[in-house]
Every structure is written in structure tokens, then in C-alpha cells.
């Protein structure tokens, strides 16, 4: 009768602990597909402006002036901020591609607002025929912006290469 009762309850106990184990794999793999979801829709609005972007500056050998990007790539209240940290929740390969795409994203916009900064403070260095209403340009600050156009160039095509390889998740 002890034994019956004893056997009872080890059982029980077991499909509590299968249950309660399924349900949290569950709810991980429904917040981890809830993740990539958000991702994929994130980059899929802003996926033609980064490659069109990509393919109008396809090498950053080629820029020679400051390139002036008003719009921005990467929105300031964008997905990413706010689920930045549940990247880690997804498998390492993916969380790595992810991360590795939205670098480079905030890279070239980190690297656009500074551009802007310096034409807004310099406008001659991209319309010279201003240059007599603003003192003269210091070289320093146009090789600061061609090296940020550069920089911005060279991590929007990395974050467009990586475009393609998120949407397979």
C-alpha cells in the first residue's frame, strides 16, 4: 500500500516537472520566434534605403567628398533598442549576425549625424560657392568628414551584406 502510494506521488511529481519543463521550453521558443519576428520586420523597413543606399556607394574608394545623408538609416526609437538584450535569448550563430548587422547599422548612423554636424558647422565643405560667408575651412575639417563618409559607406555595405542571411532565419 506504502509502495503504491510512494510510486503515486514519484509519478506524479514527474509529469508536474515534464509539464512545467514543456511549458517554459514553449514560452522560450514562442519569445525567441517573437524575437526573430520583430527583427525581420525591423530590417525589412528599413532594407530597400540600405540597399539602394549600398549599391549607389558600392566602395568607400570612391568617396572623395563629404557625403551628405540627411535621412537617417536607423530610426533613434527603433525595434532594436528595446530588444536589444533579448538578442542573447536567440541561438549564438544568429544572435552574432544580428549583432554584428546592427553595429554596422549604428556605426554609418553615428557616422551620417557626424558628417551632418560638420557640414551644418561647414557647409563650403560640400557647396563651395557659400565659402565667402563662412571663415575659412580648416583642411582638418574636411579630412574628419571624407573619413566619416568613408566609415559610413564601409558599414552600410557590411550591414546590407548581412541583410539577406537575418531574413533565412
Known amino acids: 500500500m506504502l509502495s503504491e502510494g510512494l510510486l503515486g506521488v514519484i509519478v506524479g511529481g514527474l509529469i508536474v516537472f515534464i509539464s512545467n519543463f514543456s511549458l517554459i521550453f514553449y514560452n522560450d ?4 520566434k517573437n ?7 525591423d530590417i525589412e523597413s528599413i532594407e530597400k ?3 539602394e543606399y549600398s549599391k ?10 563629404p557625403l551628405d545623408v540627411i ?3 536607423y530610426p533613434d526609437n527603433g525595434i532594436y533598442y528595446r530588444i536589444q538584450e533579448d538578442i542573447q535569448k536567440l541561438c549564438k550563430n544568429q544572435a552574432k549576425i544580428i549583432y554584428k ?3 554596422n547599422l549604428m556605426i554609418a548612423e553615428s557616422e551620417r549625424k557626424l558628417t551632418q554636424q560638420l557640414i551644418k558647422e561647414n557647409p563650403q565643405i560640400i557647396d563651395p560657392s557659400v565659402a565667402d560667408n563662412y571663415p ?8 574628419v568628414a571624407i573619413a566619416s563618409s568613408k566609415s559610413m559607406v564601409f558599414a552600410i555595405n557590411e550591414a546590407s551584406n548581412l541583410i539577406d542571411e537575418i531574413k533565412k532565419i
Open 101 to 103: 548587422f546592427y553595429i
Open 71 to 73: 535621412q537617417p538609416f
Open 49 to 51: 534605403r540600405i540597399k
Open 29 to 32: 521558443y514562442k519569445n525567441a
Open 136 to 143: 575659412i575651412l580648416s583642411s582638418r575639417s574636411q579630412e
Open 35 to 41: 524575437i526573430e519576428n520583430a527583427i525581420v520586420a
Open 56 to 65: 549607389l556607394h558600392s566602395s568607400n574608394e570612391n568617396v572623395n567628398r
